[in-house]
Each structure stands twice: as structure tokens, then as C-alpha cells.
């Protein structure tokens, strides 16, 4: 049998080749024979959904929907699959939730309203006309699966509907249950992520899980780690519109705090492109809090503020060259920027700019330094240049270094300064 | 003494549903279409940006995603005044046309043929109805074969959708202001390629089948007619002729044809879970308030109604006004033409591939406006969609959605008249009271999207009238 490690190393290649299919279906295959012959029973659960995650599930190629059908598990419960209807599905899903009890695994799509006992979804309804809702159904099921996964950004983490005012008080599965969630994010789901998931839970259980209990094997780096543009990013050749060749930060890619592997996997069954490819900025949806925030879509990330420097929209391909170069920051690493932004984040771009009026004190005088230092940054901004040329050319003029350095220290120290500011506040 | 058969959910399409009938003598005399799920989009979507319209209104519905791209886009570009440059209309109606052809295959195999003929025996296709099922064995093995093939084939369409969306379901390719991929000979060649073998599997499997299931069920062509007025807002907008569609817009009754107006779609919601104050003359003047507890209400679906009338629309009807197939209105005839656009679209979709230039513009850069109306009224795979978007100060104020589905599955209005569904069903017969087959065979005729149907409409002033 594949192990783990192999396994691992199959997901990560992007299951591009054929080998997934030829090897990790046999192996499945193999594996339930050892057990008996039997697949696992499986139930695919819609809530309140677009069902854009179940057909994004059957296009997955490697391996292909015939195999994971009826080779890999045995599908019982699916609304959009199904041939029984009515009270004929609803008393075999109570059938097999029951026979199976402990066994089955659930998969789950779409948010659970809650407001209002959840009356705004209902699942169908029982044949004495009792309805069930989204909330009854996912607490009743999650009971006895044997593992339960979330696949979408809805399921995991709320997503579209969850969004601000969210009318129907729409949760994420784990909001609503005590057991485990492995949540399955993507709006829709990459084919790859659901299928790997499930491959690797069957095969070996619970893959190793982030903090936001995704599986390391997809959402381990952020796109903007492996993007093929990221020479572009550093190099200050920035898209204007969409179509353009180009890093796609300034016309709001949220590459940089996404976490997933779509810029190597790519989409679809074929991996024919994904979004930055096609020259749009990437909306962030596989994270938790897409939409509110990582809307809005075309607008850019808010400022990051590094030691020594603060990198906006506007300066960031020339602070990147430039802190490179002095030799701040010689990489301009990830972890450093997903550990910021991800900071930043979670205030959140709101929808709605906030009104400056609405400022409190601190957050103005907060505004005001902060635009002080970006002023300050622009105006030596043509200083540090000519350092550059100084160094480049072997040309040095001591009093310019001088004057950069101490520039330098006093906006580490500011910068310094605000953090442990903000962190007492905290 | 009449009896009630509940169905619910009513499986095989998108989103929930439940539909009841009363039967007496063997025949429907009553029907009732439950739309059981709602999200409130178009609430959510207030106070945003208006550019993330039309990524975010995708999320209506998994299975016509791009249709919503088309219809948020549209809309964008008449509150903006834009035009889009040629080769950005041509990518679009490639972008579409794949996810239509992904829609109609995915409709006839997996949502309408289990309702005539019997899958294997095991899960998902057990349990089932026991009713007659007349396919011979040969030609169940046959049909239950090209099942199989026809997932790969659904697949191979989004990957056409994805070489100029960038990814599907929600694509990101079609944006206001054009498209985002600009054509190269490769990534035409990558489309054909895949395309060409879609075209086979139509010519060869799909249409075939759909012949073999006219010879065994002609009765379904005099079962399930329902209204008899077809409304279509018009599809594929041409590349050469700004405001015209390869596949015309119309209303038609009784082979009259007349323009679409807007302004006479009306709203009712007497029995729908809204409050009675939320019903619109005027589209932009619905409200949006929740009422679950009400009195006679049934549906989260509100009843839309062309000049008072009941209509429906799809494929059968855009196929009549555009005079390619008028051989009736019926359960048959829905599926049927639904299959002839499907080879229809693949040839059009050949065309056009031809027609991209290379290096030509794919995107119109524009100011957005600080107030604006717009109105995106376009076809999706299963009828007309209407996208209504109001700006003011830079941020949307109202976003309206009508969905072909709300059309077909409405509940009924304030007169009393059943919707689309709920008129085809009454006077079918049933000749097992415990396998109703007969219902799900005339409901799903419609490629019903529940996910499309449940909406939110929240206050507005009038938008100014807007004629086709």
C-alpha cells in the first residue's frame, strides 16, 4: 500500500499525471477489500448553497467521478444526484444513518442558517410532514459520522451567505456542532482539494490540520508565495486593469493573505489556468471571511507596515528593491508578509471605507503618523535612489549614508513604537 | 375523495424544493411548487463595491454561474454607458455557450433520464420508484453508459469555460468591461480541441438518446404543457450589432411575438413568505421583509407575472421565437429542444472561436460612475435573467435578481393563478399513488434551479422604462 509520505508527495505534485487515479485508487480499492470489500458509506449533504461545490466535485478528473463513485465509496445521499426523491430519500437517508451509524462520512456544502431556528433551509421534509431543517439535519448526522468534512468556504467558514448583514444568521458547520470539522474551503471547492481530502481520510484519517483545520497538503502556502508573478510583484511591474500581463496586488489580488495552492494546481481537471492567470486579481476565496474580507475585489490590501519601511500599493515594487538592497530584509519572505497582513486582515477590509468622521482620537493621531511616515518615505525615496546608484557604482558619498541611516533608525523606532502601542492596547 | 402526495425534497436539480398535488381519479387536479430555501443575496450585496457584482452574484447558482456574470455585467456596462470592444463579446458568448452545453448535458442525463429509465442497482441509484421503466435492457445499459461518458463531457465544458474564465463554477474571465483572457492560437486550439469532442458526444450519444426517448415516452408530448405565453429576454449578444442577440428576445402568445418591455413585469407575493406590503408593481419597489408564520403563504419563491399573465421560458421557448422548433409546448418538447440547442450552441460556439483576433482589444477601461441605473436583461440555460443595480455614491443601493426558475416555479399570485410548474402538472395522470414518477418527469422537464429561484427583493424607487 501507498504510504502516507507517498501519498503526500502524490497531492503535492498536483495529481496532474495519471498517477493518482492508478495509484491511489487501486490502493483504495485494495485497502476496503482488506476490510472486507466494503466502501465506506458516504452522504453528501447540501445546505444553504449554490451546489457550485458538488458540481465542482464532479469534475474531477484524477480520479475521475465513475472511479470515486463506485470504487471509492458508496454514494447514499446526495440531493443532486439521487434518483430517490421525497419521503423515499428521507427515510433512506434515516435508513442508513442509522444502519451505519458511526461509519459513514459526511460531507457537508453550504452554510446553516440559525436565525429563526434555521426555518429559512430546509433539507425536505419527513412523510408526516415534519420539515427538517439545515441546523436539525447537520446536528443529527454529525452524530454518527465517522468523519465529517466541510467542503467550500460556506461549510467552513460561512462564505457569501454569511456575509454582512447576513439575513438568514448563517454559520459554518463547526459553529454549530461539537465534533471535528475538516474543513474543505474554496468558493467552489477545487475537484483536487475534496477528492485528495477524502482519499487521504480513507486511506489514513485526519491529514495534518492549520489552525483554521484545513489540510496542510492544500492550503499550506499563500498564492502569492508560488505565483508565477511574484518576480513581477518584486520587480515593481504591476497590471493597471484586468487583462494586463503583470502583478495583479495593485488591482486588488489577495494572493498575499489567500492560502492555497491554486497557482501550481490550477484548475480545473486538466489544470488549464486559474485566476491570476487569466490576469484577475484572486478574491481570496478559500479564506475565512471571504467575501467582507476581501471585498472590495479590485481595491488593493491594505498598507503593510515592515520595520523600516511601509509598503503600499504605490511603493511596493521600489520599497521591495530598495529594502533588498540595503539589506533590511533580504528576502522579501512570506513570513513576514502573511504574518502581517494576516494582522491587518483581521480587521478586515469592510465593505464601506469608514468614514474619517468617525475616527476615534487614537486612530487619527494613528492615521496622521502613519501618513507622516509614507511622506517622509516619498520624500527620501529620491535619496535612497541616488544611495543605490552610489553603491552600484562604487561611487559613495558618505554624508547621503549617513543621513539614510539615521533615517532608517528613527523609522525603525517609530514603527517599533506603534507596534508596542497597539499591542498594549490589544 | 381527492388524496395528497407530498414531494419534498424534490431531488435532481439544484437547490430544495417541495411540491404538493392533490390527485382524484387518478388525476392531478391541484398543484402547489414550495421554493424551501432562501439566502438573501441581494441584500448582501448593499453598500459594496459595484464591481464585485458580478463575481459575487455567481454565487447565486453553481450551475449557471456564468449566466449571472453575463446578466451583472450587462447591467454594469448600462449604468456605465459602456461598449465592449468585439473580441471581449465573442470570449463571453464562449464562456457562456460552454457552460450552457455543461448545463444541458449535466440536465438531460443526470437530472431528466433517471425518470425514464432504470440505473444499476445500487446506490445512488437505489432506492427508486417502481414504475414502468420502458427501456429494454440493451438500451438501459446503452443510456446508463453515456451517463457515465456525459460526466467527462460536462467536465471537458467547464474546462473550455476555464481556458477563458480562469476557473468554474465562478469564473472570473467575464467582468464589465469586457473579458480578461486575451485570445492566442493556443489557447484556441486548446478550446476546439475540447469542444470538437462535446460536438461528438452530442451528435453521437446525446441526440440519439433523445430519439430513443421520444419512441418509448410520445405520450409525454401531450402531458404537461402548462402556460402558454414564452417569454425570452434574448441570447448571445452579437459582436457586430450592439443590443442584438444571436438567439432573439420576445414575448410570444398564441404566436403573437412582441418585444420584452421590463416594465411590465410585475411581482406577487399574496402567497409567498413575504409581508403583503412587499408585492411590486414596479420591480425596484419590492420589499424584503422575512414572514414565515404567514397565512396561505407556501413558497420562499415570490410570483413574477408578464403583464399579469403566467409565462414560462427555457429553451423550447427561445427556439419558438426564434421559429427553429415549433412542434408544441409539453414535457417532451421542453427536453427536446433542450438537446437541439445543445447542438445548436456547439455549432455557434465553432463559429465564433473562428472569428477571435488575436492582439484586438478584450477590455474596455472605464471611470466608474458616481450614480448610476442599469438594467442586465439576458438568457440563461434555463430562461431569462434580469439583473437591476442602482448605484449611488460609488456603492451599490439596490441589487435586483430575477431568475428564469422564479418564472417556471413561482407559486400563485394575487389572482389566484398557478405558476408555470403548478399549471403543467394539474391534469396529469398518476397510476401508482406510491410512485409518482409522473410528477418529477413533468417538473423536471423545466430544469428547475431552486438555488436561482429563492431571492430577496428589498425597497426601491422606479427605474426609467427599458425596452428590448
Redesign the interface.
Known amino acids: 500500500m501507498l504510504t502516507r509520505r507517498e501519498f503526500i508527495k502524490l497531492c503535492l505534485t498536483g495529481m496532474a499525471s495519471m498517477s493518482l487515479s492508478r495509484l491511489v485508487v487501486p490502493e483504495v480499492a485494495q485497502a476496503l477489500l482488506e476490510k472486507g470489500g466494503e466502501r465506506p458509506p458516504f452522504i453528501w449533504l447540501e445546505c444553504d448553497t449554490c451546489v457550485g461545490d458538488y458540481f465542482s466535485f464532479l469534475n474531477t478528473l484524477h480520479p475521475d467521478v465513475q472511479q470515486v463513485l463506485f470504487q471509492m465509496i458508496e454514494m447514499h445521499y446526495s440531493n443532486s444526484l439521487m434518483v430517490a426523491e421525497g419521503g423515499m430519500a428521507i427515510n433512506y437517508l434515516e435508513k442508513i444513518a442509522e444502519e451505519r451509524y458511526g461509519d459513514y462520512i459526511l460531507v457537508v456544502e453550504g452554510t446553516v442558517p440559525t436565525a429563526d431556528n434555521g426555518c429559512y433551509s430546509l433539507i425536505g421534509h419527513r412523510p408526516n410532514g415534519e420539515a427538517i431543517t439545515d441546523l436539525d439535519a447537520v446536528r443529527w448526522l454529525a452524530k454518527g459520522a465517522k468523519y465529517i468534512l466541510a467542503a467550500g468556504t460556506c461549510a467552513s467558514f460561512g462564505g457569501p451567505y454569511a456575509a454582512d448583514p447576513n439575513p438568514t444568521g448563517s454559520k459554518a458547520v463547526h459553529e454549530v456542532i461539537d465534533e471535528q470539522v475538516i474543513n474543505v474551503p474554496g468558493c467552489p471547492v477545487h475537484p483536487d482539494w475534496i477528492v485528495g481530502t477524502l482519499s487521504h481520510v480513507i486511506l489514513y484519517g485526519v491529514p495534518d490540520l492549520d489552525a483554521y483545520n484545513r489540510p496542510t497538503l492544500f492550503y499550506g502556502q499563500t498564492i502569492h508565495d508560488k505565483c508565477p508573478r511574484r518576480a513581477d510583484f518584486e520587480e515593481g511591474v504591476f497590471a493597471a486593469k484586468p487583462g494586463d500581463s503583470g502583478c495583479l496586488y495593485k488591482i486588488g489580488c489577495k494572493g498575499p493573505v489567500t492560502y492555497s495552492d491554486c497557482p501550481t494546481r490550477q484548475w480545473i481537471g486538466d489544470h488549464t489556468n486559474w485566476p491570476v492567470e487569466a490576469n484577475t486579481p484572486c478574491i481570496g476565496c478559500v479564506a475565512p471571511g471571504f467575501p467582507d474580507r476581501m471585498a472590495p475585489f479590485f481595491k488593493h490590501l491594505p498598507d503593510l507596515v515592515l520595520p523600516g519601511a511601509i509598503i503600499n500599493a504605490r511603493t511596493a515594487g521600489t520599497a521591495a528593491i530598495g529594502a533588498a538592497v540595503l539589506g533590511l530584509v533580504t528576502h522579501f519572505g512570506a513570513s513576514i508578509i502573511t504574518g502581517r497582513f494576516k494582522k491587518h486582515m483581521l480587521d478586515g477590509t469592510e465593505t464601506d471605507e469608514i468614514n474619517p468622521d468617525l475616527f476615534t482620537v487614537e486612530q487619527k493621531s494613528e492615521l496622521d503618523e502613519i501618513s507622516g511616515l509614507l511622506e517622509d518615505i516619498n520624500k527620501k525615496h529620491t535619496e535612497l535612489e541616488h544611495k543605490i546608484h552610489y553603491l552600484k557604482t562604487g561611487k559613495e558619498n558618505p554624508t547621503i549614508i549617513k543621513r539614510t541611516r539615521s533615517f532608517i533608525g528613527r523609522l525603525r523606532k517609530k514603527s517599533n513604537h506603534t507596534e508596542e502601542e497597539k499591542d498594549g492596547e490589544e | 375523495m381527492a388524496q395528497k402526495i407530498?414531494?419534498?425534497?424534490?431531488?435532481?436539480?439544484?437547490?430544495?424544493w417541495?411540491l404538493d398535488v392533490e390527485v382524484e381519479n387518478g388525476k392531478v387536479i391541484d398543484a402547489y411548487s414550495s421554493g424551501?430555501?432562501?439566502?438573501?443575496?441581494e441584500?448582501?450585496m448593499q453598500?459594496?463595491?459595484p464591481?464585485?457584482a458580478v463575481?459575487?452574484t455567481q454565487?447565486?447558482?453553481?450551475?449557471c454561474?456564468s449566466a449571472h456574470a453575463m446578466a451583472g455585467s450587462l447591467a454594469l456596462e448600462h449604468a456605465y454607458n459602456l461598449e465592449i470592444p468585439r473580441n471581449a463579446v465573442i470570449i463571453r458568448n464562449l464562456i457562456f455557450g460552454a457552460d450552457l452545453l455543461q448545463n444541458h448535458l449535466?440536465h438531460f442525463y443526470?437530472m431528466a433520464l433517471?425518470d425514464y429509465a432504470e440505473?444499476p442497482d445500487?446506490?445512488?441509484?437505489?432506492?427508486?420508484?417502481k414504475a414502468e421503466y420502458r427501456f429494454n435492457k440493451k438500451e438501459t445499459e446503452k443510456l446508463f453508459q453515456n451517463y457515465?461518458e456525459s460526466?467527462?463531457m460536462?467536465?471537458l465544458c467547464?474546462?473550455m469555460l476555464?481556458?477563458?474564465?480562469?476557473?468554474?463554477?465562478?469564473n472570473?474571465?467575464i467582468?464589465a468591461?469586457?473579458?480578461?483572457?486575451?485570445p492566442t492560437a493556443d489557447n484556441i486550439r486548446?478550446y476546439l480541441f475540447r469542444l470538437e469532442q462535446v460536438k461528438r458526444f452530442i451528435d453521437e450519444k446525446m441526440l440519439p438518446d433523445m430519439e430513443l426517448l421520444i419512441e418509448k415516452y410520445a405520450d409525454y408530448f401531450q402531458i404537461g404543457s402548462g402556460p402558454e405565453t414564452l417569454l425570452t429576454y434574448g441570447m448571445f449578444p452579437r459582436e457586430d450589432k450592439r443590443g442584438e442577440f444571436y438567439l432573439h428576445p420576445g414575448v410570444i402568445s398564441k404566436d403573437q411575438l412582441q418585444p420584452v418591455n421590463s416594465d411590465l413585469i410585475h411581482e406577487q407575493v399574496k402567497h409567498s413568505w413575504f409581508l403583503d406590503t412587499d408585492a411590486a408593481t414596479d420591480i425596484m419597489q419590492g420589499a424584503?421583509n422575512?414572514y414565515?408564520d404567514k397565512e396561505g403563504a407556501y413558497s420562499?419563491i415570490k410570483a413574477p407575472r408578464y403583464q399579469g399573465q403566467v409565462v414560462q421560458t427555457g429553451p423550447l421557448c427561445r427556439l419558438w421565437v426564434a421559429e427553429e422548433y415549433r412542434h408544441g409546448i409539453s414535457t417532451l418538447d421542453r427536453i427536446y429542444a433542450r438537446c437541439l440547442e445543445a447542438k445548436k450552441v456547439a455549432d455557434y460556439l465553432q463559429e465564433w472561436v473562428q472569428k477571435l483576433e488575436p492582439g484586438k482589444p478584450?477590455?474596455q477601461?472605464y471611470e466608474p460612475l458616481r450614480d448610476a441605473k442599469g438594467i442586465g436583461l439576458v438568457e440563461a440555460m434555463r430562461g431569462g435573467l434580469g439583473h437591476w443595480i442602482e448605484i449611488e455614491d460609488y456603492?451599490i443601493k439596490n441589487y435586483q435578481v430575477i431568475t428564469p426558475s422564479a418564472w417556471n416555479m413561482s407559486p400563485r399570485d394575487d389572482n389566484g393563478l398557478p405558476g408555470a410548474v403548478e399549471q403543467s402538472l394539474i391534469g396529469i395522470s398518476i397510476a401508482d399513488f406510491k410512485n409518482p414518477i409522473e410528477i418529477?418527469r413533468v417538473a423536471r422537464s423545466f430544469d428547475p434551479c431552486s438555488?436561482c429561484a429563492v431571492q430577496?427583493y428589498t425597497p426601491q424607487e422606479s427605474l426609467e422604462q427599458y425596452i428590448i
Open positions: 407530498m414531494i419534498s425534497p424534490v431531488t435532481r436539480l439544484n437547490g430544495f417541495r424551501i430555501y432562501i439566502r438573501g443575496l441584500k448582501i453598500r459594496r463595491d464591481r464585485d463575481y459575487l454565487r447565486i447558482c453553481g450551475i454561474s449535466r443526470f433517471p440505473g445500487e446506490p445512488p441509484f437505489i432506492p427508486r420508484y457515465m460526466i467527462d460536462s467536465r467547464h474546462e476555464t481556458i477563458y474564465g480562469g476557473k468554474a463554477p465562478h472570473h474571465g467582468l468591461g469586457g473579458a480578461s483572457v486575451h486548446l424584503t422575512f414565515p420562499w478584450i477590455y477601461e456603492h418529477g438555488s430577496v
